[in-house]
């Protein structure tokens, strides 16, 4: 692994999961990086990793901490600017689009897509200065839709799309924009996830349940296996690694098998039969 010394890279959602490891990764390679949390104690956590770890109080729907963040990046970079920007942070809304309630939909989306735009435009100052790159987490759910999870689908189809856009429009002063497409990583997102779920499920009308009921009963079953089961959070963040120091990186890189063939076969299949497969494998 090459050395980062003198690089410095703001990581979002560095608490947890794909975050922690990629912030744990790039400071162990001698970066300097500023590692987005929304407590205190993610904060004491991180620090306690490496002297390299700077924590940064960022939710990434919080303007005010976007652009506090933002000031005490630049004043710590200068004129040397920041090589990388990892837009990470991100949660998932499972409910069925019939009854999702609207605020949450509206959350989902302001934090896995307004949000990211936000953080980017007020970064972009400094990654401008030094040709950084930005990396954008997006998913294979980026890419096919299932079932249940349509508002996180829509935030990453559209992250997706707004990867390619910033690719393009920032090309000309030699920034790079790189969107990572994980497949299943072992993260707390599931767990997460589940209890965020219950908490919708509060919201939404009782005649859910026989509607929808066998098939939520089965996403929630199937997540501690995921939390345990996927690809370690660390192949992602080396994918990251990969992606900050190649000297062409990728415009997009799958990870995982799962990530891969999903790719490969769900996409190239006649949309009746992959919504008949996806239902079955539900
Ligand atoms: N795990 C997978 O299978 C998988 C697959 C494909 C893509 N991804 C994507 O990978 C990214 C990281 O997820 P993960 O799997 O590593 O899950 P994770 O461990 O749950 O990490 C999510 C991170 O995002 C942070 N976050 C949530 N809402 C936020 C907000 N409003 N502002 C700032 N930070 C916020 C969380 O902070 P708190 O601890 O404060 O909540 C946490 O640090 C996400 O974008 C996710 O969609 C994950």
Do not use: C, D, Y
């Given at each position: 692994m090459s050395t980062l010394h003198g690089k410095t890279y703001v990581v979002t959602g560095?608490?947890?999961g794909i975050g922690r490891s990629t912030a744990i990764l790039l400071a162990n390679a001698g970066a300097q990086v500023f590692a987005g949390v929304r407590n205190q104690d993610a904060a004491n956590a991180l620090e306690g990793e490496s002297p390299n770890i700077r924590p940064l109080m960022l939710d990434v729907t919080n303007p005010d901490q976007i652009m506090e963040a933002a000031q005490t990046v630049s004043a710590a970079v200068k004129?040397?600017?920041?090589?990388g920007l990892i837009n990470n942070a991100g949660m998932a809304v499972a409910a069925p689009l019939e009854f999702v309630p609207i605020d949450e939909f509206r959350y989902q989306i302001e934090v896995n897509l307004i949000g990211q735009v936000a953080v980017t435009q007020a970064f972009l100052p400094c990654l401008r200065a030094a040709k950084g790159r930005i990396i954008n987490i997006t998913s294979i759910g980026g890419r096919i839709a299932g079932r249940l999870l349509g508002a996180y689908h829509a935030s990453k189809f559209a992250m997706e799309a707004l990867t390619d856009t910033m690719r393009q429009e920032l090309s000309p002063w030699g920034l790079q924009v790189v969107a990572i497409e994980p497949g299943?990583?072992?993260?707390?997102i599931w767990i997460t996830g589940t209890s965020y779920a219950d908490r919708v499920m509060e919201k939404i009308?009782?005649?859910?349940t026989p509607m929808y009921g066998n098939e939520i009963e089965a996403l929630r079953a199937s997540a501690p296996s995921k939390a345990a089961?996927?690809?370690?959070?660390e192949k992602v963040a080396a994918v990251i690694y990969r992606a900050l120091t190649a000297a062409r990186p990728k415009t997009r890189y799958l990870v995982g098998i799962d990530a891969q063939i999903g790719d490969k076969v769900f996409r190239l299949l006649p949309d009746r039969l992959r919504d008949y497969m996806i239902r079955r494998m539900m």
């Open positions: 560095a608490s947890t004129t040397r600017g920041l090589n299943e990583i072992a993260t707390p009308p009782p005649q859910v089961n996927g690809l370690p959070p």
